[in-house]
């Protein structure tokens, strides 16, 4: 089932953890970065900004903050972790895999409830909100992996904070990262689905349903800071994404700007 073939993917990801994972395979040459699912598309745009302007190549391999925490720890090789929460990051840190001086909480995010596109689904994001009966007798609710992807762990917290979660896990149908959570939704393969905004905005098949207030959840900040042993090339690209020029690329895809030291 598609479904469970998520969760083997997350064991897959942690055996297979020296391998990149979504990107191009990387030279000796380039400057790697590890990268959240959820920021693909704004990422992709930033490096297409970067390349143009220094001619220097940047490979990115995108996963599950989790999955990619696992890789470096690993020692996976990879220059740049640009996490979706703080907690992966802490425990690189912890560990002393980062370079803890370069460490910035650079982008915020929202949490949201989507449908496909076609879906005549409404519902108000407040106490016990009535998910059972809009996923019907037998939908699924989509979700990255609740126990360690980021969006998922915010997602069960706004759930709890709501009073339904109890209720409504039997019927979470678990990917292994907020992108293949939206891809259930997108293929109708569930009704509802809970995913950052961002994500909602990148997929034209999915309609946002409401969005979880802030107070529902963790705050969702995206931490950044080079490796312990990044290459020196490494230190421009990240210099980049914190200066004026890589705002465009975020702001486009929906991203608020936190700029917040460590």
């Avoid at 380039?30 to 959240?36: I, K």
């Avoid at 745009?45 to 940047?58: C, E, L, M, P, S």
């Avoid at 995108?62 to 090789?77: T, W």
Wanted: glycine share 6%; with cysteine; aromatic share 6%.
């Amino acid at each position: 089932m598609r479904f469970a073939t998520c969760r083997i993917g997350t064991l897959l990801l942690i055996v297979l953890a020296a391998v990149p994972l979504l990107g191009e395979p990387a030279r000796a040459s380039d400057v790697t970065m590890f990268a959240a699912a959820s920021l693909k598309n704004a990422l992709d745009d930033a490096v297409t900004r970067y390349q143009a302007k220094t001619g220097r190549k940047i490979v990115v391999s995108y996963a599950a903050s989790s999955a990619l925490a696992k890789q470096i720890e690993a020692g996976a090789p990879a220059d740049i972790f640009f996490s979706a929460d703080l907690d992966w990051m802490d425990e690189l840190e912890k560990k002393n895999l980062i370079d803890a001086v370069s460490r910035r909480t650079l982008l915020g995010n929202k949490l949201v409830l989507i449908a496909p596109k076609d879906s005549t689904v409404t519902l108000s994001m407040e106490k016990n909100l009535p998910l059972l009966k809009a996923l019907g007798p037998e939908g699924k609710l989509a979700m990255a992996n609740v126990d360690s992807v980021p969006a998922g762990r915010y997602g069960k917290a706004a759930l709890i904070h709501f009073g339904v979660w109890d209720g409504v896990a039997p019927r979470v149908a678990q990917a292994d990262n907020v992108r293949a959570a939206l891809s259930f939704v997108a293929k109708g393969e569930a009704p509802l689905g809970i995913v950052y905004g961002t994500d909602a905005k990148a997929e034209p098949a999915v309609r946002v349903v409401g969005t979880f207030p802030e107070e529902s959840h963790p705050k969702i900040l995206y931490p950044v800071a080079l490796l312990a042993h990044a290459r020196p090339e490494a230190r421009d690209f990240l210099q980049f994404l914190l200066s004026a020029e890589a705002v465009p690329a975020f702001e486009a895809q929906g991203f608020s700007l936190a700029h917040e030291a460590k």
